[in-house]
Each structure stands twice: as C-alpha cells, then as structure tokens.
C-alpha cells in the first residue's frame, strides 16, 4: 500500500467523521430549532390565555362599573323622585282649606292642650288658633301650620307643626312610600 491510498484512507476516514459530525450537528440544530419553536408556541399560548384572561377581567370590571354606574343613577332618581313627593307634600299642608286645617287643629288640640300654657303657630292659622285654644297665645312660628304647645316655664315645647309631622311620618314611612312608587 501506498501512501496515496493511506493518505485516501485518512481523507475518506476524515470525510466520514466530518459527515457524521455535521449530520449530528444538523440534527442537533434541528432539535433546538423544534425546542425553540415549540417553546416560543408556548410562550406565545400563555402570552395569549393571559391577554384573554385580561380582557375577560378588563371586560368583567367595565360591565360592574356600569351595572354600579346604573345603579346609582336609578338610587339618585328615586330620591330626587321621593324628595319631589316630599315637597309636594309639603304644599298640600302648606296650602290646607281652613275647614280641613281646623279640623286637624282640633284634633292636635283636643289631645295635647291639658299640656301646656302657651300656644304658637303660624300668622296664617293664628286668629283660628285663638278661636279653638284657651292656652295663652304667645306668638307667631314660621311654619306650614299647626302649632307648638309651650308649659308655664317655657322648658317643654311640644311641636306639633304640620313640617314637623310630615317630616316624621316621612321618615317613618319612607320604605314604604318608597315600594309603592317603586314596586
């Protein structure tokens, strides 16, 4: 043998190496190629769940915010709605024929005149006052009507002015009023 077929021998041996090491190296290649492929389908998998995830929340928040924002607009109507029914109210006590505001003055008068000594109500109501009251007329209020009972010493007032009524029997009624206008 000779030396050309030694020196052949190495290079094929040599060419053999190389192209075993360069297919493991392709297919080395290759794998991290696929790993990093599927890798980055991961990433981009949870990239996009959590972009979903997201936007379900972002989406779930808004909706609350506008039920919320409902919510208060329809409490904040109903009570410009109640506060109306209280003003209203207000004007038909306000404004009573003088049969019906004697007949209520009576009514406060018959149980609540043994209590006292002085008697107030308002300019309008006052020549009926002094009609139907023997207590001691002691004087204008600014009210709707009614009037407020006053003992000897002045230390206890009884206010049976028609605000002061309605004012509590709103209070005490308010949920219900509130249903019946409501449902």
Known sequence: MGLETVVKDIMDAANAEVSRIKAETDAEVLHIIEEAKDEAKRIMGESLA????????????????????????????????????????????????????????????????????????NAKSEKLVRELSSLEYAGNINCAGGMVIENEDGTIRLDYTYD??????????LKQTSDILFG
């Open 164 to 173: 002061v009524i309605l004012k509590s029997v709103n209070e005490q009624f």
């Open 50 to 121: 959590k972009a979903e995830d997201d936007i379900k929340r972002m989406k779930q928040q808004e909706i609350s915010s506008a039920n919320l924002e409902v919510k208060r607009t329809l409490l904040n109507a109903r009570k410009g709605t109640l506060e109306e029914v209280y003003d209203r109210s207000f004007e038909v006590i306000s404004s009573l024929p003088e049969a019906k505001d004697k007949e209520l003055l009576k009514i406060i008068l018959m149980n609540n005149e043994s209590k006292g000594k002085r008697i107030y109500s």
